[in-house]
């Protein structure tokens, strides 16, 4: 499916039949490709459940890790602070924390059984900021991910101060 978006929000994360797949720029006529998939499905040679939304939430913590966006802090009190100013340096005033049911981290968070369990995920409250998800049955899904260089932030219990 192609979608138009703006030349000025890359890179993009977007959704393969099998993956997810970082895009660098669009094309000449505006737009990039994303492909349907299923929303969740087991991990291959295992059994662990995997969702879209967890793929897309992993590849641009790793990327923001290897790049260096400055996106990444200790999931420490003053870790959070730091992800909230990280945000606030780009003008998004409010924002929802997003953790996994079983964090240990003592927080006021949205519950989501698909974020990592070691990591607390913070994100602008307007999704929009962020992208779009496509939405075809109730089990295909495509996803179109901008600004994640600067619409996200992570504290993670694997990164020290």
Known sequence: M????DPELAPYLVSSLHSVVWVPRVSKEGDIRTAFRPQS???EGSLVHQTL???LVQAVFQRAREEGWGSVHPMTPEGLVQAKDYLR???IEECELLVH???KFKVDAVRANWVPLRMLVLV????LYLGTLH????DQVAAVVHN????????WDGVTA
């Open 148 to 155: 994640p260089s600067r619409g996200m932030a992570f504290c």
């Open 101 to 103: 049911p079983l964090t």
């Open 53 to 55: 939304d967890t793929e």
């Open 89 to 91: 340096s780009y003008g």
């Open 124 to 127: 602008p409250k307007d999704r």
């Open 41 to 43: 499905r087991f991990q």
């Open 2 to 5: 192609k979608v138009p978006v």
């Open 135 to 138: 939405v075809v049955s109730r």
